[in-house]
């Protein structure tokens, strides 16, 4: 078992959800928004369309990259060290998009991928199909 923070990362190109292995035990938790404020404002772009003026609630209209955007994102998270390994889960290509974008130091995090779309499954199901990923991972 490795005690490494690792990011599971389902995606779908538009919408995104996180999950974290800790380094414990092969489960995953759901990356909670509410406590990730950088998570709670990717995904209100993500589900508005729109990206919020500075400072104000209102949005402003502009075309979003999503792909883009979730790499921006877990660009910015991994600088604040919130995780070492990525597994990345997405359509084949989404998967294409995503590392095309990602920086070369992220792209080198990736433990493994799965081209699938399972964003919409229980957390039981998304748990078991990447803990194998732990345990044979880095």
Request: proline share 3%; hydrophobic share 40%.
């Amino acid at each position: 078992m490795s005690d490494t923070t690792t990011w599971a990362v389902l995606s779908d190109g538009r919408y995104i959800k996180v999950m974290v292995h800790n380094g414990t035990g092969t489960k995953f938790s759901v990356l909670d928004a509410d406590k990730n404020e950088a998570l709670a404002e990717l995904c209100y772009q993500m589900v508005n369309c729109k990206p919020r003026l500075p400072g104000k609630d209102t949005a402003k209209s502009e075309e979003i990259n999503f792909i883009q955007q979730q790499a921006d994102f877990l660009s910015a998270q991994y600088e604040k060290n919130m995780f070492e390994a990525l597994l990345i889960v997405a359509p084949q290509a989404v998967i294409k998009s995503l590392r095309d974008v990602l920086p070369e130091q992220l792209s080198q995090l990736i433990i493994g991928e799965v081209e699938e779309d399972i964003l919409m499954n229980s957390n039981d199901v998304i748990d078991n199909m990447l803990a194998k990923f732990i345990v044979d991972g880095k």
